[in-house]
């Protein structure tokens, strides 16, 4: 499966301008700052297809990369507390409105940054997921600002913190020196395979 063969395709700022759902999705969600956009630029190994904003909160589009067999969907994070209430209304209502279309939708893969603990949003979007049996695995990013033991013990402790999504994949992951990218890549496949 070619990660390197990717363009931008489009945005969507509203549920009306999602374009035709004409290849396996592969949706990227997760907090503000958590490494979205990183993640997206190192599957596919270019410095900024996926714009790195230096603002949390900033983007506020689904963006659509389109490869040969598959399209990568990069929802806007959440969470972050300056945005207005609008704003957030908006977020909910697009979000909501990619999700609950018939989309091809061949995986969700969570972002949760590893040294911290989930938030509420993280675990409203996991229990979402979860409950409507959506495929999902969760890469933690921001391995490589672990030191070993404080990475054991928070992986450790993620672990628990997400216990009530039992059976669900976790993945580490560093943008920085690539660890966990050929898991990320392995598995995104894997999906795909099922649904094509």
Not at 9 to 22: D, F, H, I, K, R
Not at 47 to 52: D, E, G, I, T
Not at 173 to 191: M, R
Request: no cysteine; proline share 4%; aromatic share 10%.
């Amino acid at each position: 499966m070619n990660f390197n063969k990717v363009e931008f395709e489009t945005s969507s700022g509203n549920a009306s301008q999602l374009p035709e759902s004409t290849k396996p999705e592969i949706v990227f969600s997760g907090h503000s700052n958590v490494g979205k956009s990183s993640l997206i630029n190192k599957l596919v190994q270019r410095k900024n297809l996926a714009r790195v904003s230096s603002q949390p909160g900033k983007t506020a589009t689904i963006n659509f990369y389109n490869a040969e067999e598959f399209r990568l969907v990069d929802l806007p994070g959440y969470g972050y507390a300056k945005v207005s209430k609008a704003e957030k209304a908006r977020w909910a209502e697009l979000v909501e409105g990619y999700l609950s279309a018939q989309r091809n939708i061949a995986l969700i893969i969570q972002i949760i940054d590893i040294r911290h603990k989930p938030t509420k949003d993280d675990y409203d979007m996991l229990g979402f997921l979860y409950n409507s049996n959506a495929p999902f695995v969760i890469v933690l990013t921001k391995k490589d600002k672990l030191k070993k033991n404080a990475y054991e013990k928070r992986l450790e402790g993620i672990m628990d913190e997400l216990g009530e999504f039992e059976g669900t994949e976790l993945i580490p992951f560093s943008a920085v020196d690539g660890y966990g990218l050929e898991d990320v890549k392995a598995v995104i496949e894997e999906y795909i395979n099922e649904v094509i």
